[in-house]
T-cell receptor, first 112, second 114 residues
Framework: GDSVTQMEGPVTLSEEAFLTINCTYTATGYPSLFWYVQYPGEGLQLLLKATKADDKGSNKGFEATYRKETTSFHLEKGSVQVSDSAVYFCALMDTGRRALTFGSGTRLQVQP | SQTIHQWPATLVQPVGSPLSLECTVEGTSNPNLYWYRQAAGRGLQLLFYSVGIGQISSEVPQNLSASRPQDRQFILSSKKLLLSDSGFYLC?????????????FGEGSRLTVL
């Protein structure tokens, strides 16, 4: 079945540091890939997505590139801010499915 | 605009008691509806999803059931709660026709079974 594997957290960074959160996936079809974010005290919300190989999703300074050859969708940001502190979830939606499969989430803590 | 309401926000129940969590969506028609459970260290686990009234897909065998009595209403139930049912339950919806994969989540319901 489908699955998503994320690096374990928490990830602790200083403000303006470079961020990478690794995500790899297993799917039977040609999935769309997503990053969702959960800020403290809030619900999950879509951060970015990519629907086919080599697509790059981007939003709020975050980027992720759909790499079919390595089955990966790593999240990156060049300079994090304290306000980026949240839990980040990688997810996929496989061909013909109507539901998302989520990873376990990675907590990011950014210190001033 | 579309909104999603989920209640109750918190619930403390004894083992063996029944459960009913309710979710309603406003401002859209024919949504796909979902129940997820978020457990510590285990991420989001899909429990049920529905593409229409009376149509429920169950992802994992368990002590829970779901129903969709109306187009924009989704209910999560149990006849007898187990300790292992404790967790944070999230309702979500997505557009039924376009289904881009973008889910809109409710605020969640925290269930503690004692």
């Amino acid at each position: 079945g489908d699955s998503v594997t994320q690096m374990e957290g928490p990830v602790t960074l200083s403000e303006e540091a470079f961020l990478t959160i690794n995500c790899t996936y297993t799917a039977t079809g040609y999935p769309s890939l997503f990053w969702y974010v959960q800020y403290p005290g809030e619900g999950l919300q879509l951060l970015l997505k990519a629907t086919k190989a080599d697509d790059k999703g981007s939003n709020k300074g975050f980027e992720a590139t759909y790499r079919k050859e390595t089955t990966s969708f790593h999240l990156e940001k060049g300079s994090v801010q304290v306000s980026d502190s949240a839990v980040y979830f990688c997810a996929l939606m496989d061909t013909g499915r109507r539901a998302l499969t989520f990873g376990s989430g990675t907590r990011l803590q950014v210190q001033p | 605009s579309q909104t999603i309401h989920q209640w109750p926000a918190t619930l403390v129940q004894p083992v063996g008691s029944p459960l009913s969590l309710e979710c309603t969506v406003e401002g859209t028609s024919n949504p796909n509806l979902y129940w997820y459970r978020q457990a510590a260290g285990r991420g989001l686990q899909l429990l049920f999803y529905s593409v229409g009234i009376g149509q429920i897909s169950s992802e994992v065998p368990q002590n829970l059931s779901a129903s969709r009595p109306q187009d924009r209403q989704f209910i999560l139930s149990s006849k007898k709660l187990l300790l292992s049912d404790s967790g944070f339950y999230l309702c979500a919806w997505s557009a039924g026709t376009t289904n881009t994969g973008e889910l809109f989540f409710g605020e969640g319901s925290r269930l503690t079974v004692l």
